[in-house]
């Protein structure tokens, strides 16, 4: 079988497979004697040479999923899962989450009082402003709030807010992403 030179034959999986094991290891020109006594076909080295930067591109991308495996990344993340949850529930306390039901509270001065309850909770986060920055970006994220602040909601739909809340709580993950987040996306 005579071999053929050209841009035509687009190299199948088990040819790559081939050059990348010798990435490492051989040059351009090297890998292209090792190919002679194969049934692939004849590249020249500006052929290895493109191989040889999507190999260092997907190692890139290969190394950074194995940091996202690392037990200790996805103990701080389980963790920063956690303290939103926990900031939430914070944030609405316990009495409301069980009662916000609208049934409850069918009056403009309820939702009222409910609204300045939730706004006065807010200061529970004064001194660490980093937990709180946390919950109001993954509520935008949330479905049922579409965008809309956190801090604006509970003026507007204070009840729907406590909803949100309660969802995010019962479901136990988080949506979208934020600053912490972020850093293992
Ligand atoms: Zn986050």
């Known amino acids: 079988m005579f071999k053929k030179i050209g841009k035509a034959a687009e190299p199948t999986a088990e040819e790559l497979e081939f050059i990348y094991s ?29 191989r040889r930067r999507e190999f260092a591109a997907a190692k890139k991308i290969l190394e950074k999923n194995v940091k996202i495996d690392d037990p200790v990344v996805n103990e701080a993340r389980r963790q ?14 316990k009495e409301l989450l069980d009662t916000y039901d609208r049934d409850n509270f069918d009056s403009p001065n309820e939702t009222e009082a409910i609204s300045e309850a939730l706004d006065n909770r807010l200061e529970y986060f004064d001194g660490i402003p980093e937990l709180l920055d946390a919950f109001l970006r993954h509520f935008t994220y949330e479905e049922k709030a579409n965008g809309q602040l956190y801090g604006d909601m509970i003026v507007q739909d204070p009840l729907k807010a406590i909803e949100i809340c309660r969802l995010l709580i019962l479901r136990g993950t988080l949506l979208g992403e934020c600053s912490i987040c972020k850093i293992w996306h």
């Open 22 to 50: 010798m990435l490492e290891q051989l040059s351009d020109s090297e890998i292209i004697d090792e190919m002679q006594n194969t049934p692939y076909p004849l590249r020249t080295t500006g052929f290895i040479k493109r």
């Open 80 to 93: 920063h899962v956690v303290r939103v949850i926990e900031t939430a529930k914070t944030l609405v306390g």
